[in-house]
Every structure is written in structure tokens, then in C-alpha cells.
């Protein structure tokens, strides 16, 4: 057993006096006010000869083109392994975007804009070319400028202290795509129809929860591991950090103003924070077609997890689990023992049948022999699944197996797990379901982008989240990422008492 060390550090993303490009929607966006405040937010362990140090950036998702930035640019001294630095997103729709946003080996976009005939023309939604907005390569130096102050400056204030564990139960994520009895799925499909037969899976409730605290028993952080992506307040023209930013102004307005949050979203790629059953609309959904609705029934539920009410419930709902849970607590970790695996996992790549290509093709050419001279962001949204599906199809033919960065960790009782996906529920729950761990902190679109890892049913159902172009595997990746994963997990508890 080994004294264990923590740090903690909170730098702001707010560019000040600037706007940005929002990301996160097809449709062109840029920040008009902050909402919420943005930040990074670095945890530091480090017990005995191993360590660790993870950043939860308020941010859609954070690429591996991103992470190797970061590296590179912490200082050669920087005091700990720089294979030990995890990166993550909470995943708002409503913070900075930047180059590579995506880990994605092909383009569907410009495939697309090959095969669009020359007289056809692009009209954007948005069109800013203003000094004031902070977008594409600058964007990308401030956020890796950012996440490297963070993460050297939770290193540097690492001391002797303690954790402990607590367990939360509150509802945040719900099944967002739903079944009908033709065996097809949508997602956000409308579940107002006679149609309609199931929410395709359930969701996870419970929420794990770590404490640190500093030689004198004061709280000093707080990691939440909530399996819904914080992403309420979408379609906004806002910057904010969404539920996660309201949780973090509720826990320093009572516990402190130094007691920082990692936010960490669990496996919640087919979650949302919206109940499809008692659909409660906002004038934001008429910003997306597929979620709109032509009819809805006034219902008595929670307030739209469109807005900004919504997003204050949820946060409501997860600070009071964090205090009662914080009550409960009566045994703290000084000494323990901590081990940190780099892995470098190959996935395979989800291939396109023949058929699949020649259907994309097809409809890609039917739309443009149609249009009428002009496309927009909407026509690029729907046209996006079928050249995705034709740039997956060019790739398949020289690309079998790729690999992604995963993190495995075990500190004393406790698992910590990480992937590079929007994984779907249902492989989070096999992970925990068989870790031998008291304990699992599974963390999504870490150390990476690779789009949404579907399940087979979820495949067969198809739809946004579930075509071949949304991302990278497909349900054989998914397997092998749970076995992979609980392996190296239970490896490390094999002899625990």
C-alpha cells in the first residue's frame, strides 16, 4: 500500500471577448452569449509508482489528433508519463468547435461534393467571416493551450489526501430511439403512432461517484459518472457546459468555490436526457426536422430537456444524489494501491455490403437530378448517410482493422474504464455487469472520436446512430471492445481480497 496523492485544476475555455464556432448539429451555428461557463477540469493521482492524470473538457468530443497535441506540447518536464494523460468530453452541443473534431478515416462530405454537378450551389445557413470568431486552427491552439495549463498544474498540486466512494440513483438518460413493428428503428422517432412497439433499450440510473479530499478531511473534488451526454441544450446559439456546468455552479455554491467536478459521461450513445413517451416539445425542436413533431399532446412531465429549465432539473436531480451520498460517507482512502494501463486496441472496420453501395449511389444521384440548383445544410445532413456509406465502401478496400487508445485502471477497490466511442448503453452494462471490481467508472469518447458503436439490434433497426456511416465498427467491434476491455479489468482484481 502506497499514500496516495491528488490534485485538481479548473481552467476556464471562455474565450473572452470572443465568439466561436458551435458545434455539434449539421446546421452552421455561431455563439451569440455564454450561457453556462466552458472549462477544462484535471484530476491528478498519483500512488506509489503509478499515476494518472485525466482532463473532462466541456466540449463535444475530444480526437486523437487533439490528445497527440496535447502531448506534444507538455512540457518535456512536465513531471509524469504523458501515455498517462486521458482526455474526455461531456459532449455539448453548445462549446467550441475545431479542426479534427472527428477521428474519421473518410470524408463523406467531400465525396459528396464530387458528385455534385456543377451548377448546383451550396448556400450556408450562416455565413460570418468576422476577426472576432474563434474557429479552425486558433481554436484548436487555445483549447490544447488550455487542457496543458490544466492538466501540469493538477500534477503540480498534487498532495497526500484521501478519496471515497458513493453511489447515486436519479433519472437523467433515456432510450432516445424507438422501434416499430415493421422491425425498423428511428432515432427520435416519434412514439405518438400505432406503430409504435418499444424504446429499443433501457437505461442506467445509477451514477458513481468518487470524493477526494485534502490530509485534513476537506472536500477538494468530486467525480460524477453519469450515463447520459450532457446535451439538453441543443440547436442553441448559446456557449455553454450544459447540465455539467450547472451541477459544477451547485456544488461550489455549497460546498466551496475550490472543489472542482470531472464530469464523465458512461456509455450513452443511444441516451438522451428526453422522455419519447411523454414528449414534451420547445420551439427549438422546429430547428431539426427529425425532431420536430406535427402533433403534440400537451403533456403533465418534466419541463423540455430542450431548455434551459430542463437543464437546471437535471442538474437539480444529480446534485441532491451528490449530497446525500456525501452524508453517507464515513471511511476515507489514504493509502491504497493503483494501476494504470495504456492499451492500443484494433478494431475492425464495419463494412458495406455491395447492395448497400450501389442503393447509396443511386439516391445520391436521383436527389441531385432533382434539385433545383441550390442545397443547404439540411440536404447535406440527409445526404450524409449515403455518402458516408460510399466513402465507408472506398475505405473497406484497402482498411480491414484500426486501432483506438483505451485506458484501463484500477485504484484499490475501484475499476476505471475508457473508450473512444459513442458506445451504446447496453456494452457499458456487460462491462459492469462482469467487472470484478466493487465499483466501475466507464467513461465514453475518450482519447478519441470514432462516432457511435451500435448493437446489433440497433443495427438491423438502422437509422442515425445505427447506419454504417456513423461511425467506425459495428456490433463485432463492440464485442471485442467488451471483452478486451473486461479482460484487462479483471485482471487486475483477479487476487483481490
Not at 65 to 76: D, G, H, I, M, Q
Request: glycine share 6%.
Amino acid at each position: 500500500m502506497n499514500k496516495i496523492k491528488i490534485g485538481w485544476s479548473e481552467v476556464s475555455i471562455v474565450p473572452e471577448g470572443r465568439r466561436v464556432d458551435l458545434v455539434g448539429q449539421f446546421a452552421e451555428r455561431i455563439s451569440d452569449r455564454v450561457e453556462t461557463p466552458i472549462a477544462v477540469t484535471a484530476l491528478a493521482m498519483e500512488c506509489g509508482a503509478d499515476s494518472m492524470v485525466f482532463v473532462a473538457c466541456d466540449l463535444l468530443q475530444t480526437s486523437r489528433t487533439l490528445l497527440n497535441s496535447v502531448r506534444e506540447c507538455l512540457p518535456a518536464d512536465c513531471g509524469f508519463p504523458k501515455e498517462k494523460l486521458i482526455v474526455s468530453a461531456i459532449h455539448t452541443h453548445t462549446s467550441i468547435g475545431y479542426p479534427d473534431v472527428f477521428d474519421c478515416f473518410e470524408e463523406p462530405l467531400q465525396l459528396l461534393n464530387s458528385m455534385k454537378p456543377d451548377h448546383i450551389q451550396y448556400v450556408p445557413t450562416v455565413h460570418d467571416d468576422s476577426k472576432d470568431i474563434l474557429r479552425d486552427q486558433e481554436a484548436r491552439d487555445f483549447l490544447v493551450e488550455r487542457i496543458v495549463k490544466a492538466a501540469t498544474e493538477a500534477w503540480n498540486n498534487r498532495a497526500e489526501g484521501a478519496y471515497a466512494c458513493g453511489f447515486g440513483r436519479a433519472a437523467v438518460g433515456l432510450c432516445r430511439r424507438v422501434c416499430y413493428d415493421d422491425g425498423s428503428a428511428k432515432m427520435w422517432g416519434d412514439t405518438n403512432m400505432a406503430n409504435f412497439t418499444e424504446l429499443e433499450g433501457g437505461n442506467d440510473s445509477g451514477i458513481e461517484l468518487m470524493f477526494t479530499y485534502n490530509a485534513n478531511k476537506k472536500l477538494t473534488g468530486i467525480i460524477a459518472n453519469v450515463a447520459c451526454p450532457a446535451q439538453v441544450l441543443e440547436h442553441q446559439l448559446f456557449i455553454s457546459s450544459d447540465y455539467m456546468g450547472k451541477l459544477r455552479k451547485k456544488i461550489q455554491d455549497k460546498f466551496g468555490k475550490d472543489v472542482c467536478l470531472l464530469g464523465m459521461i458512461a456509455p450513452a450513445g443511444d441516451q438522451c436526457p428526453r422522455d419519447l413517451i411523454r414528449w414534451v416539445d420547445s420551439p427549438i425542436c422546429k430547428n431539426d426536422p427529425n425532431i420536430s413533431r406535427d402533433y403534440v399532446i400537451p403533456r403533465n412531465a418534466d419541463p423540455s430537456m430542450f431548455d434551459i429549465k430542463g437543464c437546471e432539473r437535471v442538474a437539480r436531480r444529480i446534485f441532491e444524489e451528490i449530497s446525500y451520498a456525501l452524508e453517507e460517507v464515513t471511511e476515507y482512502v489514504t493509502e491504497t494501491e493503483m494501476v494504470h494501463k495504456t492499451l492500443i486496441m484494433d478494431i475492425p472496420v464495419r463494412k458495406v455490403t455491395i447492395a448497400e453501395k450501389d442503393a447509396a449511389e443511386k439516391t445520391i444521384r436521383d436527389f441531385f437530378e432533382k434539385c433545383d440548383g441550390f442545397i443547404n445544410y439540411e440536404d447535406n445532413a440527409n445526404m450524409m448517410v449515403h455518402s458516408g456509406t460510399l466513402a465507408r465502401y472506398q475505405l473497406q478496400q484497402t482498411l480491414d482493422m484500426y486501432d483506438i487508445e483505451v485506458h484501463v485502471l484500477r485504484i484499490g477497490d475501484v475499476a476505471l474504464a475508457t473508450n473512444p466511442y459513442e458506445l451504446f448503453l447496453n456494452y457499458g452494462n456487460q462491462i459492469r455487469a462482469r467487472s470484478l471490481a466493487k465499483q466501475t467508472f466507464l467513461s465514453q469518447l475518450t482519447c478519441g472520436a470514432y462516432g457511435y458503436l451500435p448493437t446489433e439490434k440497433a443495427e438491423k433497426g438502422s437509422h442515425y446512430s445505427a447506419f454504417v456511416g456513423s461511425g467506425t465498427t459495428g456490433h463485432q467491434g463492440g464485442e471485442i471492445l467488451v471483452r478486451k476491455t473486461l479482460k484487462e479489468i479483471n485482471e487486475l482484481f483477479a487476487n483481490a481480497d
